[in-house]
């Protein structure tokens, strides 16, 4: 792989990190992880967590906006 192709497939995975990381920050003061179907158990010093109703959220969102580019892509 030519230096200039492998450069921007760089720039390209740091843009990805970089918008990847500000939505996880817009996500967590947006109170997912603490919503209704999220549960959390604790015994002693171990906590263990699972985000049902946070992951199921996230995916509806990912399919609505992976179907939308997609589709405008595809024309």
Known sequence: MPYDQLGRALLVLGGVIVVVGMVM??????????????????SGNFTCMVPLASMIVISIILTIILNVVLRLFNR
């Not at 920050?25 to 604790?42: C, E, K, M, N, Q």
């Open 25 to 42: 920050l817009l996500l967590g003061r947006a109170g997912v992880g603490r919503l209704p179907g999220d549960f959390t158990f604790s």
